[in-house]
């Protein structure tokens, strides 16, 4: 058994990647520490509020003047509010530098943003891991479909992933448990679109992770029960988080240990090994540093501060940081763009409701630039959208004050359907994060400094965005369709990617095809630091089946003595 | 990584969020302006829980009153509100008051139900135009920011224009009836945990709307 501070596996963060990692090392029997920069939340136990009303709520959900004041980043888009508000990390303690804005929302604490995250879950398709190579943009994946294809496998039947089986290429299905329902306005417009369209488009549930049948291997977890308060945490364990799944799994090994308030600053670099010796924390709370030592190191920390760990290593041998010798690390940040789309009414359903919060909506794979279509920008998007009657914060015009208004508002108002597109983004070198060289964090550490931008090719592509949706749902029959482009910074879509790219070739890219430090060989960073591009689906399913993918390789390295 | 997702669309397909958000949070959007003003005493609480209760008065489903909208209606202001706008709800007290003595001979507290009804709808013109005004405004601040954002003027200020005091009386009236427990089970079908989800369910003028925890 390990002593307390040497062990087989160091993993950075307990996130979505960190919490996979964990459960895979300890599952092929490394004795593992997690190490997790903020406080601990139990599963169940510490979802303060998964069943509190929104009467409980001073202002009832919303945010105040204080709150706009104390979260100068956050404060930019919905998740500065009362609900959950101890979820996402401090601005205070945690500033950073901004060269051109970009909305970092983070969550320091156990299980990471898993708790918050959107549960969005779709494969990438061999359309995406060849997108680089075919367009002759940044470089290729050193990896394809097909070596990723049992990963997928492997993690959608632990998480648990509903949806429906579609059959197309650009968006192969996963392994699914019971589709949850698209409701009857839904399948209306579905299938309207299906038919204009020729099947070239399609609408279809959501793909989350979330349990809607029998998951045997985790007993804990329940069936959603459509309350709609994944946000606070799930006391049913029905979507999948780093505490409802893959830490009970790890822990069950008897090989985890967790420790909380970890603040890793740098990886402990061997010059003549050539190779990491562990990593070297502050202690959140004392500001006390230690070591901590083990074979081999997963960096799942988020894109951007597992490329600011590497970025805080080795610096005496490499001024830029352990990984920097391509001059790739801290370049190539991307996120994904949206916030465009449209929305209409719907005529002819007023007989017709639903019943329960379902926590996901449509969506509408890409269809852009597939087969032998060109349009005047690469790539493509996806929209995510729903269908539903209004609530009680609908204007009645014809009614101003009195039992009328009440009463009206009190039911249910008319349909309307509407989507926003999501869209992917190229990856630019001079896209980058840098150690800035003035602005330190509570614990004296220096902070990012963002010089990231959308540039032309999403904002080509957002014409299409816009437009597309307003005609589809003009053809579904919507009346009153508004189209909308609210514009967005880096960083909102909380898709960060790309900052310690993989690749073929070590003079291009930080990470080789298993996910190592081509510089330091027993360093992995699986998180999304390691896209090479973006693709337009939500990424955290790829993380997972490359953090499984990556766990693997690494316990067969280390014993046949690789690393 | 994101119920932003789900909250955008439900945005975006509903407007069903108007109220709860971009209303109240248009309210919160100058971060240099708020902190609070003086307290607001019983009597004022007193007065806006009758101007909410004449905005949703009590029938088979409980009021505003009962909702303790009065007393939300402080909290908000106090704590959400920009100072401009914090300032101009407090001036509507006292202009409700005038237009009341004005049309009945006497403050607003004194008036029966049906004045009461009377003065608040006798204010509507005078808050679609000023609301419209206010869009304008705004419209023009966006347009004047692109461009000082174009040439580089990093100097470039916006202006504020407050929301009419009647606007975030309705607005605050029902955004805390709704949200409340006297709202919420009283006036609507409040399902906490539905446990399943049906998407095709029929559905006659009358029934009530469904509402959740949150």
């Known amino acids: 058994m390990a002593d307390n501070n040497t062990f087989d596996a160091i993993v950075v963060g307990s996130g979505i990647s960190g919490g996979w990692a964990a459960k895979e090392l300890t599952e092929r029997g490394l ?76 969550g320091y604490h156990v299980g990471g943003r898993s708790l918050m995250w959107g549960r969005q879950s779709y494969r990438w398709s061999e359309i995406d891991f060849k997108a680089n190579e075919k367009d002759g943009i940044a470089i290729p994946w050193p990896i394809s479909y097909k070596d990723i294809e049992p990963w997928y496998t492997h993690v959608e039947k632990f998480a648990g992933i509903q949806g429906s089986y579609e059959n197309l290429p650009q968006l192969p299905d996963s392994h699914f448990l019971p589709a949850m329902e698209l409701n009857v306005v839904e399948k209306d417009v579905a299938a309207k679109i299906k038919a204009h369209y020729n099947n070239k488009r399609t609408l279809i549930i959501g793909r989350t992770a979330h349990v809607t049948g029998p998951l045997g291997h985790s007993p804990q977890r329940t069936n959603c029960q459509y309350r709609d308060m994944c946000w606070n945490g799930c006391p049913f364990g029905a979507y999948f988080s780093t505490q409802s799944s893959t830490l009970p799994a790890a822990m069950a090994t008897g090989k985890l240990t967790l420790g909380i308030n970890s603040i890793v600053k740098e990886i402990i670099y061997d010059k003549d090994t050539k190779m990491a010796k562990g990593v070297r924390i502050i202690d959140a709370e004392t500001n006390q540093t230690k070591d901590y030592f083990s074979k081999i190191v997963f960096l799942c920390a988020s894109a951007l501060n597992s490329a600011w760990i590497l970025m805080n290593s080795a610096t005496d041998i490499w001024p830029d940081g352990l990984g920097s010798s391509s001059g790739e690390l801290g370049h190539n940040v991307m996120d994904h763009h949206f ?97 800035d060289k003035d602005m330190k964090d509570k614990w004296g550490l220096p902070v990012l400094n963002f010089d990231v931008e959308f540039k032309e090719n999403e904002k080509k592509m957002r014409v299409d965005m816009k437009a597309d949706m307003k005609e589809m749902l003009e053809i579904a029959g919507a009346k009153n369709v508004r189209d909308y482009d609210n514009d967005n910074a880096p960083g909102m879509g909380i898709h960060e990617m790309g900052p310690a790219r993989m690749g073929r070739d070590a003079k291009t890219s930080v990470l080789n095809s298993n996910n190592q430090v081509w510089d330091c060989k027993n360093v992995f960073v699986t998180d999304g630091a390691c896209m090479v591009s973006a693709a337009c689906v939500n990424p955290s399913l790829t993380y997972m089946a490359l953090t499984a993918r990556a766990a693997a390789f690494a316990v067969e390295e280390l014993k046949k003595m690789n690393v | 990584m994101d119920r932003r997702e789900l909250l955008k669309m439900v945005a975006a397909a509903t407007g069903g969020v108007v109220i709860g958000g971009e209303f109240f949070l248009a309210g919160c959007k100058n971060p240099e302006a708020g902190t609070t003003g003086k307290d607001f005493t019983d009597s004022d609480i007193a007065f806006f829980d009758e101007v909410a209760e004449t905005i949703f008065p009590k029938t088979s489903t409980p009021g505003a009153k009962e909702a303790k909208v009065g007393q939300f209606m402080t909290v908000m202001v106090n704590d959400c509100y920009t100072k401009e706008n914090q300032k101009a709800f407090r001036e509507g007290q006292a202009a409700i008051n005038a237009a009341c003595k004005k049309m009945h001979g006497h403050d607003f507290m004194k008036a029966a139900p049906e004045h009461k009804k009377a003065v608040l709808v006798s204010l509507d013109p005078e808050v679609k135009e000023h609301q419209a005004k206010r869009k304008e405004f705004i419209k023009e601040q966006d347009d004047l920011e692109k461009k000082a954002q174009a040439n580089g003027d990093t100097d470039f200020k916006r202006k504020t224009m407050p929301d009419h005091y009647f606007t975030m009386m309705k607005q605050l009236t029902i955004l805390g009836y709704f949200t409340s427990k006297e709202g919420r089970t009283g006036a609507t079908r409040y399902e906490p945990v539905p446990g399943k989800y049906i998407g095709d369910l029929d559905y006659k003028k009358g029934d009530k709307v469904f509402t959740n925890l949150n």
């Open chain 1, 31 to 106: 004795n593992t520490i997690m190490l997790e920069r903020g406080f601990d939340i139990k599963h169940g136990k510490d979802y303060e509020a998964t069943n509190r009303p929104v009467w409980e709520y001073p202002h009832r959900g919303g945010k105040t003047q204080q709150m706009i004041a104390d979260y100068p980043h956050l404060k930019r888009d919905y998740p500065l509010n009362e609900r959950n508000l101890h979820y996402w990390a401090s601005d205070k303690d945690n500033p950073y530098a901004e060269t051109k804005r970009f909305d970092w929302f983070r």
């Open chain 1, 339 to 435: 916030r465009v789309g449209a929305s209409g009414e719907v005529e002819g359903y007023e007989d017709k409701y639903y019943f329960g919060h379902r926590p996901t909506g449509f969506y509408i794979p890409r269809f852009r630039n597939l087969g032998d279509e060109k349009r005047d920008y690469l790539r493509g998007f996806g929209y995510q959208g729903s269908a539903s009657r209004n609530g009680w914060g609908r204007e009645v015009a014809e009614l101003s004050i009195g039992a009328e208004l009440k009463d009206a508002l009190s039911e249910p108002g008319g349909w309307r359907v509407g989507a926003t597109a999501f869209g992917e983004t190229l990856p630019h070198h001079d896209n980058k994060i840098t150690l």
